[in-house]
C-alpha cells in the first residue's frame, strides 16, 4: 500500500478520492461562473491545508472535463508548497474555441495529488557529466517510432523437427 499522510484541513467540500487506489482527490469549486471561450479564471476551492514538512501537495487537471469540454488548468501542476495555508484557488482555461463552459458551485474542478518531497542540494561544478542524451530536449526524440532495424523485424528462428 501507498504511504498514507495525514493533512489538516479547513474546507467547505472534503476533496475526495472517487476510487480506491486514485492519486487525485478531486477539489470542488466553491463558485458558480461561466468560463467563455478562451476565457481563464481563478476559482477557488473552499480549501486550505496544513501539510507535514516533506510534503507538496499538487493541483492537476481533471482528464473528463480537458477531453470533453477542454477545460485545463494554466499553471498545471500548480504546487501547494507545506507551507502555504491560504485557500486553494485553481486557474481554470477554457480552450474550447466555441462553447462557454458552466461551473456551479460543488462541481469537481481540478484534482489535488499530495506527495512526499525531496529537497535539492546545489552543488556548483564548472561542468556536468555527459549521459547518453546530453543536452537534446523540445523534439529531440521525434514523434515516430523508430524505424525497424534488421535485428527487430527477422522473424524468430523455429524448430522443426531437426537441430537448428
Known amino acids: 500500500m501507498a504511504e498514507s499522510v495525514e493533512v489538516l484541513i479547513t474546507a467547505s467540500v472534503l476533496p475526495n478520492y472517487a476510487h480506491p487506489g486514485d492519486a487525485g482527490a478531486d477539489l470542488h469549486s466553491a463558485h458558480a461562473l461561466i468560463l467563455a471561450p478562451g476565457e481563464r479564471a481563478l476559482v477557488g476551492t473552499g480549501v486550505s491545508i496544513a501539510l507535514p514538512d516533506g510534503f507538496a501537495a499538487f493541483v492537476v487537471p481533471r482528464s473528463g472535463l ?85 535485428e527487430t523485424t527477422a522473424p524468430a528462428p523455429t524448430q522443426t523437427g531437426g537441430a537448428l
Request: no cysteine.
Open 66 to 150: 480537458a477531453v470533453k469540454h477542454g477545460i485545463t488548468i494554466l499553471n498545471s501542476p500548480g504546487t501547494v508548497d507545506a507551507g502555504y495555508r491560504g485557500e486553494i484557488k485553481v486557474a481554470l482555461l477554457n480552450t474550447d474555441r466555441v462553447a462557454e463552459f458552466r461551473i456551479d458551485i460543488g462541481d469537481r474542478i481540478a484534482q489535488l495529488i499530495v506527495m512526499p518531497v525531496a529537497h535539492a542540494t546545489f552543488i556548483q561544478v564548472e561542468h556536468l557529466p555527459g549521459s547518453q542524451r546530453g543536452a537534446a530536449g523540445f523534439g529531440s526524440t521525434g514523434t515516430a517510432l523508430a524505424a525497424p532495424t534488421p
